[in-house]
Nanobody, 123 residues
Framework: VQLQASGGGLVQAGGSLTLSCALS????????MGWFRQAPGKEREFVAA????????YYGDSVQGRFTISRNNDQKKAYLQMNSLNAEDTAVYYC?????????????????WGQGTLVTVSS
């Protein structure tokens, strides 16, 4: 399974950006999709996760109400819509996939990772 994240870039504070994650390879399984981020000098942080069917979503406290995770299984893609961005959102954003189970908020439980896409928010 391979993941390809895209959509990062430079945005002004208060702006919006949408990240995409394309899933390829052995995709017959029902994967939970997650987004994590890592800012310079900080640990990797949980951002959002979504179930295979899309009926369950989870968000980190710092992005709740501003970010929205979604997915399109026909297109084998997941998305992260980011609104009201601020400087603290500056980080490399990673998409990840796991085959189920618990620990959706925990990076170590994810089996597959994309290469990351950089989001820079200018104040």
């Amino acid at each position: 399974v391979q993941l390809q994240a895209s959509g990062g870039g430079l945005v002004q504070a208060g702006g919006s950006l949408t990240l995409s994650c394309a899933l390829s390879g052995r995709t017959a399984s029902s994967y939970v999709m997650g987004w994590f981020r890592q800012a310079p000098g900080k640990e990797r942080e949980f951002v959002a996760a979504i179930s295979w069917t899309g009926d369950r979503t989870y968000y980190g406290d710092s992005v709740q109400g501003r970010f929205t995770i979604s997915r399109n299984n026909d297109q084998k893609k997941a998305y992260l819509q980011m609104n009201s961005l601020n400087a603290e959102d500056t980080a490399v954003y990673y998409c990840a996939a796991k085959g189920g189970g618990s620990g959706w908020l925990i990076a170590d439980t994810y089996d597959y990772w994309g290469q990351g896409t950089l989001v820079t928010v200018s104040s």
